[in-house]
Every structure is written in structure tokens, then in C-alpha cells.
């Protein structure tokens, strides 16, 4: 019996390990329809840089921006850092330090957001105490980076809750970007579709967990993305808006 055990437990991981394969190309397929190769990416809030590298890896440069140094310390040792430049840092709305709430057991739920924190607490009992600790880390604006690097072609911002102040941080729409939203929490969502940084125009689409194809037939405007949003059940479904900004014509650029 224990021969039999083994076997199903590596075929078991070999199929998993195939799905998994198989839905990361799917994830890189969506990403290149979106991306020409040698754009300029902000990945803000890029855990331990699984979309960092897909985006490297699909020919573009990318900047990291990700608070927790285990997770920095990662990306340092696991991907060149030539095409990833990392940055131990959060964005928000100022330039100084932040108070960010870390969990010792999962490193992809650190926010910013108190309120977030609450909110999934409250409808899921096995997250309550995750959040173990409180660290003190550097926050930059979006705009602070642009003045920087430039404007990139394309902004990734996954960041637990803290989306709205996070945009408030940029003043000048890059042509793609997307902020992921929480079901659960999709007030925060939907006041970010009323951000004064989306120029009259401006499209969106969005995806449930982790983009492989769009929900939506085409890019619709604020409203008719608000009306599907609103039809989604209040439970704790993640997933990502994508904004597009309208074409500039020759006279305005």
C-alpha cells in the first residue's frame, strides 16, 4: 500500500505542477497581448516577484516596489537585476514612512489598510490574528518614481486596500494600469474608478483572480464597470481593474 501511496502522490504533484504551468502561460499570454516588448513597468506591491519576472521575462524593465525584505531579499537572489530593479519601499499619497501591517505566516496580505484588515477579519474567522506585527517602512509617490524613471507604459498596483491613496499619489495617467480589488471591500474599488487621474475617456475591463482573460466583452466606461462590479457577490473574490487611457490625438501630444 505505501508503493501505491507514493505513486499517487507524485502523480498527484505531477498534474498539479502541470495546471500550475499551464495557468502561469496563460497569465503571461494575457499580459503580452497588453505589453509590447521594452516597456517601462511599475510593479507596486510585487510580494516575491512571480509577475515581475513574467513581466521581465515578456522584454520590459521593470521597478519593484515591495515593503516586506523577505520578500526583497527574494527577488534579489532569484531574479537578475538588470531587467528588476527592486525597491524596499510602499507607495502612497506622500513622500515619508508608513506603518505597515505584516503576518508572519502569509506574505501576500500586508497592508496598509486597518479597514481591509477589519473587513476580512470580520467575514473570515481563520484570517483573524494573522496580522503578527507592525514595521515602520519608507513610502514614495508614484509621481516621485515617474520623476525618476520616467513615465512607465504600464502600472501593476496590489497593494491589500491601500489602492485609492496609492493613486493619489499620481498625477499623470500612464497609457495601462491596473489595481486589484477585493469583492469583500469593493467600496475602496469603485471610488477608485472616480480618481480625478482618469482623463475623460479613460476605459476599463476587469479580471477575477489572477488574469488570464478579460470578464468583460470589450472596455466600457466607469459606469458600466461599476454596474458589473456591483452584480458580484460580497464575498472575499480578489481580482484586478485594468485602465486604459484614451489614445492622444496628434494635437495633444
Given at each position: ?8 502522490r ?5 498534474t ?17 497581448t497588453?505589453?509590447?516588448s ?5 510593479d ?24 516586506n ?16 530593479e527592486?525597491i ?9 514612512l ?7 505566516e ?9 479597514d ?6 470580520e467575514?473570515?474567522?481563520e484570517?483573524?490574528?494573522?496580522w503578527s506585527k507592525?514595521v ?12 525618476h524613471y520616467?513615465?512607465?507604459d ?6 491589500e ?9 499620481l498625477?499623470?495617467q ?8 477585493n469583492a469583500a471591500?469593493?467600496e475602496?474599488?469603485?471610488r ?15 479580471a ?7 470578464e ?17 457577490e460580497?464575498v472575499d473574490?480578489?481580482?484586478d ?13
Amino acid at each position: 500500500m505505501t508503493g501505491l501511496h507514493a505513486a499517487a502522490r507524485s502523480l498527484y504533484h505531477l498534474t498539479a505542477g502541470r495546471q500550475a504551468a499551464d495557468a502561469r502561460e496563460l497569465i503571461r499570454k494575457f499580459y503580452q497581448t497588453l505589453l509590447p516588448s521594452g516597456s517601462l513597468v511599475f510593479d507596486i506591491g510585487a510580494n516575491v516577484g512571480v509577475l515581475s519576472a513574467m513581466f521581465a521575462a515578456l522584454g520590459n524593465r521593470v521597478i519593484a516596489l515591495e515593503p516586506n525584505k523577505d520578500c526583497v531579499r527574494h527577488i534579489e537572489l532569484s531574479y537578475s537585476q538588470e531587467s528588476i530593479e527592486v525597491i524596499q519601499a510602499v507607495a502612497g499619497p506622500t513622500n515619508g514612512l508608513a506603518t505597515l501591517n505584516l503576518s508572519d505566516e502569509r506574505d501576500d496580505i500586508s497592508s496598509l489598510s486597518s479597514d481591509w484588515i477589519a473587513t476580512i477579519e470580520e467575514q473570515h474567522s481563520e484570517y483573524r490574528g494573522l496580522w503578527s506585527k507592525k514595521v515602520t517602512v519608507p513610502m514614495v509617490t508614484l509621481d516621485t518614481l515617474v520623476k525618476h524613471y520616467g513615465l512607465p507604459d504600464f502600472i501593476k498596483i496590489d497593494v491589500e486596500g491601500f489602492e485609492e491613496s496609492v493613486l493619489d499619489g499620481l498625477s499623470v495617467q500612464p497609457a495601462l494600469m491596473s489595481f486589484e480589488f477585493n469583492a469583500a471591500f469593493l467600496e475602496v474599488g469603485l471610488r477608485c474608478l472616480d480618481r480625478p487621474l482618469f482623463e475623460s475617456g479613460t476605459v476599463f475591463n476587469f479580471a477575477i483572480g489572477d488574469p488570464s482573460g478579460f470578464e468583460l466583452d470589450g472596455w466600457v466606461g466607469p459606469e458600466r464597470l461599476k454596474e458589473a462590479l456591483s452584480r458580484m457577490e460580497k464575498v472575499d473574490k480578489h481580482g484586478d481593474i485594468f485602465v486604459k487611457r484614451p489614445p492622444y490625438t496628434t494635437s495633444q501630444s
